[in-house]
């Protein structure tokens, strides 16, 4: 069975960092890009961040986290991060990991993500 498990979401207050994890189990996670997107309330799930099977080459990030945000992997362990720094309101969200292989990809339930002014 196929799961991505997001976890680590809150609420913080501005300014203020949290680290987001997405726990793969079910098929071969290192042979998938992770990418964590976000979906805040009567909004469009934007990408937010994005990294390669193996973790090397560019990472890929939204203009507006760069430099706040940074996604990471740890394929021994079979898990995706994404640590966020320097939180603003506008980071208020539902984040979602996701796999991407190909044409085949998978999605996690999503965690709440709530930043205070």
């Known amino acids: 069975q196929v799961q991505l498990v997001e976890s680590g979401g809150g609420l913080v207050q501005s300014g203020e960092a949290l680290t987001l994890s997405c726990a793969a189990s079910?098929?071969?996670?290192?042979?998938?890009?992770i990418q964590w997107h976000r979906q805040a309330p009567g909004k469009e799930r934007e990408l937010v961040a994005g990294?390669?099977?193996?973790?090397?080459?560019?990472?890929l990030y939204a203009d507006s986290v760069k430099g706040r945000f940074t996604i990471s992997r740890d394929n021994t362990k079979n898990t995706a991060f994404l640590q966020m720094s320097s939180l603003k309101p506008e980071d208020t969200a539902v984040y979602y990991c996701?796999?991407?292989?190909?044409?085949?990809?998978?999605w996690g339930q999503g965690t709440q993500v709530t930043v205070s002014a």
């Open positions: 996701k796999a991407i292989m190909g044409r085949s990809a998978y």
């Open positions: 079910g098929f071969t996670f290192s042979h998938y890009a």
């Open positions: 990294l390669s099977s193996n973790g090397n080459g560019n990472n």
